[in-house]
Structure formats: C-alpha cells, structure tokens
C-alpha cells in the first residue's frame, strides 16, 4: 500500500529552527510536495522536490533523498505566523498526490 | 474571481438530500482534484478530471458524482447524503505536467445530520 508518514505535532520557540520529517511508501514516485495549512483555510503550496538534495527558498528549505524514501522542510527563523499545519504529498506513477494526515507546528514566545 | 472558487463555504444537510458542491478555476488549469480532509488523515481523492469531458475515481469515490462539462467547472454532486459524509471538501486545480502545484478552493465545510 502508499503510506505517507509525518509527526502529528511539532512544538518550537519563535526565532528558533525546525525541522518537518516525512517518510514515504509510494507506487512510483513523481516528486513530493510540501504543503502549509493554517487551521480553517486551504493548503498552500511551498517547495517540490524531485530530485535528491537541498531546496532552498527563503527561511524555508526541503531536502529529499529518494533511495530513502524521506524528505524534511527546515523553518529557520520561527515566527508566530509560521503556527500552522505543513502537509507531506508525494506523486504516484499516475502523478496523483498521496498526502500525510499534516504535521501541526506550535510556534511559542 | 481570481483563483479558484468554492460555494458553499459551509452547510448543514439532512442526511439522504442531494447536495452540489460548487469549484470554478479561472487560471484555464487541465486538471480538477476534490479532497475531503477529517481530522487526523490525510487529504484523501475523492474524483479527479485531467481535462474537460474526462473524470476519474479516487480513493474514496463511493458516494460522490463528479462532472466536467468545461474547464473552468467542477461540480460534486452527494446523491443521497449520509453522515459519515460530514466532512471539510476542497476543490483543486492544477496544470499537467510534472510539478503539478495544486491550488485550492477555500473549502466547504459539509454536516450531514
């Protein structure tokens, strides 16, 4: 079966950095998806990565080793704004998104 | 309308009524996607269409009709609603290819009772 699996809550302090960790089980892989989602709005996208490596865009980064099956996104810099839920998809061989259930970031003073 | 557009942002439905839950994209995308999200799990596919006149089932299709008359409308139709239906539904749409960046509706927040 495809599994995506990330942690269900993170807690981190403002001006700090954190790191979002998914691990992947997929038929076929077509790049994965980092996604942000504060609570009551939609998914918004932030990075994709499709090869392996670093991609750095801003005080967000995310990193992908495919042979893995796992990626992480790095928050530098933590602000209040960054509190949210930050959703892991990866595309199968149909380039159809298998999505984690989201991890919910706690971002305190 | 900018962007993509979902109607009704929220709606308490008698179960067994039929219910239409409206998308419309004006950034000419090929590709649809509707999503429900409950608590605890992933976005989960409902249906899909990767162009105009063309649908496809997702992981939970049981329940739901899509159509897609044209590219800029998405309509999911509940045909006889029941409870385990209450759920958050989001429309999406993307272009073809392979970094194929969803963008989504505002949702529609759906209790069947």
Redesign the interface.
Known sequence: GQNIDQPTEMTATEGAIVQINCTYQTSGFNGLFWYQQHAGEAPTFLSYNVLDGLEEKGRFSSFLSRSKGYSYLLLKELQMKDSASYLCAVGDSNYQLIWGAGTKLIIKP | IAGITQAPTSQILAAGRRMTLRCTQDMRHNAMYW?RQDL??????IH?SNTAGTTGK?EVPDGYSVSRANTDDFPLTLASAVPSQTSVY?CASSD?G??????????TRLTVV
């Open positions: 999503y605890g799990l992933g976005l989960r596919l899909y997702g989001f073809n392979e970094s194929t960046e969803a963008f989504f509706g505002q949702g």
